[in-house]
Each structure stands twice: as structure tokens, then as C-alpha cells.
């Protein structure tokens, strides 16, 4: 007998937070109806829905993983797709302040550079071979609709071509980025929203595509380059993608924005703190104009901490914890969110229990990427609670890693920290607590 408080699920907004949390959905619901605002391109290319899109975006190991669980056999769909397989450690020059380049090694963990369209339209292809899955493009979610006592979410209100709708759900989850609906339904049923902590970064980046010049015969694929904190915020990403071409991003915060002007983009490239960028790509021949984008905070709400909350109702991806784009953990952490939401549905979990369980089922995968962001505070500049400890994590951080420089099994211990495969703790076990101490 079919299961009715699992016949039907909605899902808002088709970025890779909604396409992820619709698969995990979609082995669990007679069907799944994902509402998309866009009217989603059939190929690679960027949408008005996801402004950031064309910027430098990073598919940690971490994401991958989770990727690979929700859709398996989805490393081959990147690669077929023309995304570039890349050995973390060698194929990314890796300069830091005292670390240029960071000791260059094949750390036996592999990910895949590409542009965020491309990830999204891989990912979009998998997610319409489910035969319950639906996707309503060009319609716009206007509000949620309670039952009658205020105790669950039972339908979804949204603008169609055709004229206003109201969709059943047993189940409705917010992966838009915003936030507004659930924050908005919360206010008209009197109940509590959830306390935010926010990091203001005033971060600011301008990005562009340039051709990989085919005679580039340097020893790494791809180059990241960090500020020299705090005396300057200026950083860049150049990273290779699909057809041949480089995905360059520049950024800086506090007011440091790269200009859109092609000439005073380059400036800003070269007035990076190394030179490796700018030789590459001073003669690499553009393909788009400069785009740019800005991010006033990061964000995390904590809906672990509510008392009570609406069944049949979840936030997930940005609309739960936005982080810095610097460090390119979004589209990993919604894809690990996901993961975890198949599992309690496969658990069996009841509608009334689910929310509950999965905001504290998912504090873990959070933790890491928010305690990265807490490195914002270099910055003095940057708005927010300073950790009593803040020059403590500092100098542990420094310490940690002159240790990983020397030491392989701890350079990759950092890597399979950052790139979301072990948790934060991982880095504080007593005895390399005891070794990186010692460094102090």
C-alpha cells in the first residue's frame, strides 16, 4: 500500500542545492515537482537565477563523493562532459605567503574543474532520467501554505504562465538561497526564526574566461593565490575548465572591489601578490566580458536551535549557511546535506520528526566550512563576533602549516580536511596538536 504521507514532495529552486535534494527525495516520494523561477538553458550556459554563476566555483572532494552516492556513475558524466580531472596537490600551483608555490604533491585525491553551468547542467541531465522527478520552469514561488492548526507545511503557492497555482506537499523544502519563504511563513504563524550568525566580509569579485593558450607548458594546470593578510585582501583563482579556457576570478573585501574595465581588472591581476597570474594570462585572449559580484556576509542560521518548526518543511544549501565564496564550499556542503537527507528518509524518519532531525544531522557537515569562514577575521575590518581565541586559531593555523610543508601525511591530512572529507577535528587529535604546538 502506498505510503500517503510520502506521495508527493516540492522542491524550490533548481540549483545544484534543489537538484541534489530533489534526487535524495525522489527514491523515497511517489513524486517530486522541483519550481524554477528560470527557464532553464538546455546547455552549458549561465541563467539570470544564479548571478554568481560565472564566476570561479570549486566541486570539493568532499561534494564529489556525495555526488558520486546521489547519482552514481556522475565522475564519468563530468569527464564525457569535457570537465578537467585535476591530482590535488600538483595540478593547482598553490602559493601562500612563505609558500610560493606550497610544496607541490601528488596527495592521490583527485577533483574536477569546470564552470558552475556545466556542473549544473550535468547535474540537471541525471536528475531527469528519475522518472518522478518534474521540473516547473518560468514560475515563481509566492508563499507556503500552513494546515489549518499552524502545525505543517501542506501546499506551495507559485506564479505559472498560465495563471497563479497552489500544489499539495507533504513535504516542501527551500533550496532557493534566500531563505524568504520559511523565514516569511514562520512571521505569519507567530513562531520563532532562527538566530543568525553573520561574518561581514564586503566580499567583491570580478571574473573572466580566456583562452588556455595551447603552448602553456608550465608544470600545473591551474593557480591559486592568497592575500597577504591582513595588509592586503586581494586573491585570485584561475582555474581550468571545459573547451580549453581559464576561469579567472580576482577578489578582494572592506571595499578592495576589482573594476569591471578590462584594463583595470588586469591592473588589479597584476597587482597580485605574485606574478604567476598575470604571465599567464596577460597575452591569454578573452572570451567574455568582466562580470562581478559581491557578498555582503556570511551567513548561518541555526534552525537546530527552534523549538518548533512546521513539519514537512526543510531549508537547505544557501538558504541554511551561506559561506564566503573564497573557499568553495557551497555546492559541496548542499550536495553532503543531501546525502544525509536520503538517509534519514531511508531511515524512515516521520514528517513530524524529519526537520528536527535533519538540522542536527547536519551540524556536523557544517562545522568545518563555517569554522574556515572564521578565518575572516584577520581582518579587522571584518563585522561579527571575534572568537575570544582568534589569535590562538592564527598562530595554530601558521604553525599547522609550516608542518604540513615539511611533512606529506600532514599536508594531506589539511587537504582531506578542506576539501570536506574529515572533519575539522581532525586537525586538533592530540598528537598533532602536540607537534604543531611545538612550532609555536
Known amino acids: 500500500m502506498p505510503d500517503l504521507a510520502r506521495s508527493h514532495a516540492v522542491v524550490i529552486g533548481a540549483g545544484m542545492a534543489g537538484l541534489t535534494a530533489a534526487q535524495a527525495i525522489s527514491g523515497h516520494f511517489g513524486k517530486v515537482t522541483i519550481i524554477e523561477r528560470d527557464v532553464l538553458p538546455a546547455e552549458a550556459v549561465p541563467r539570470s537565477g544564479t548571478p554568481q554563476a560565472q564566476h570561479?566555483?570549486?566541486?570539493?572532494a568532499g561534494g564529489l563523493k556525495a555526488l558520486q552516492t546521489l547519482f552514481p556513475g556522475f565522475e564519468n558524466d563530468l569527464a564525457e562532459a569535457g570537465a578537467v580531472n585535476i591530482r590535488t596537490g600538483k595540478d593547482i600551483r598553490f602559493e601562500r605567503p612563505g609558500f610560493d608555490p606550497f610544496p607541490i604533491r601528488d596527495l592521490g585525491i583527485h577533483i574536477f574543474c569546470m564552470s558552475r553551468p556545466l556542473l549544473e547542467a550535468v547535474t540537471r541531465r541525471r536528475v531527469l532520467q528519475s522518472p518522478n522527478i518534474d521540473i516547473r520552469v518560468h514560475s515563481r514561488v509566492t508563499g507556503l501554505v500552513a494546515s489549518r492548526d499552524a502545525t505543517r507545511v501542506e501546499a506551495v503557492r507559485y506564479d505559472s504562465e498560465d495563471g497563479p497555482v497552489?500544489?499539495?506537499a507533504n513535504l516542501v523544502v527551500e533550496a532557493s538561497g534566500r531563505c524568504g519563504l520559511t523565514l516569511?511563513?514562520?512571521?505569519e504563524l507567530s513562531l520563532q526564526k532562527p538566530e543568525a550568525t553573520e561574518i561581514g566580509i564586503d566580499q567583491a569579485y570580478a571574473s573572466t574566461i580566456v583562452e588556455?593558450?595551447?603552448d602553456h607548458n608550465a608544470d600545473w594546470l591551474g593557480n591559486i593565490t592568497l592575500p597577504s593578510a591582513p595588509a592586503s585582501s586581494r586573491g585570485a583563482f584561475l582555474f581550468p575548465i571545459e573547451k580549453q579556457r581559464w576561469l579567472l576570478s580576482v577578489g578582494g573585501n572592506h571595499g578592495d572591489a576589482p573594476p569591471g574595465d578590462r584594463a583595470g581588472f588586469m591592473d588589479f591581476v597584476r597587482s597580485l601578490r605574485t606574478p604567476t597570474i598575470y604571465?599567464?594570462?596577460r597575452d591569454a585572449r578573452p572570451l567574455t566580458d568582466i562580470v562581478r559580484y559581491q557578498l555582503p556576509c556570511s551567513t548561518r542560521r541555526h534552525f537546530e536551535r527552534l523549538e518548533s518548526f512546521p513539519a514537512g518543511l526543510l531549508a537547505t544549501g544557501d538558504a541554511l549557511c551561506r559561506f564566503n565564496p573564497v573557499f568553495g564550499q557551497g555546492m559541496s556542503v548542499a550536495a553532503q546535506e543531501a546525502v544525509i537527507l536520503d538517509?534519514?528518509?531511508?531511515?524512515g524518519v516521520p514528517m513530524e520528526r524529519l526537520a528536527r532531525d535533519f538540522f542536527a544531522a547536519i551540524q556536523d557537515t557544517i562545522a568545518t566550512p563555517w569554522g574556515v569562514a572564521v578565518s575572516d577575521f584577520v581582518y579587522p575590518a571584518t563585522r561579527g563576533v571575534r572568537p575570544a581565541d582568534l589569535a590562538q586559531r592564527l598562530q595554530y593555523g601558521m604553525a599547522l602549516t609550516k608542518l604540513a610543508a615539511d611533512d606529506?601525511?600532514?599536508?594531506?591530512?589539511t587537504v582531506e580536511v578542506s576539501q570536506l572529507l574529515k572533519p575539522?577535528?581532525?586537525l586538533r587529535e592530540p598528537a598533532l596538536a602536540a607537534r604543531v604546538i611545538s612550532l609555536i
Open 408 to 413: 606529506p601525511e600532514v599536508h594531506r591530512l
Open 343 to 347: 538517509r534519514l528518509l531511508a531511515e
Open 166 to 168: 497552489t500544489l499539495e
Open 279 to 281: 604571465d599567464a594570462v
Open 184 to 187: 516569511r511563513l514562520l512571521e
Open 424 to 426: 575539522q577535528a581532525a
Open 56 to 60: 570561479a566555483h570549486m566541486l570539493l
Open 212 to 214: 588556455r593558450p595551447p
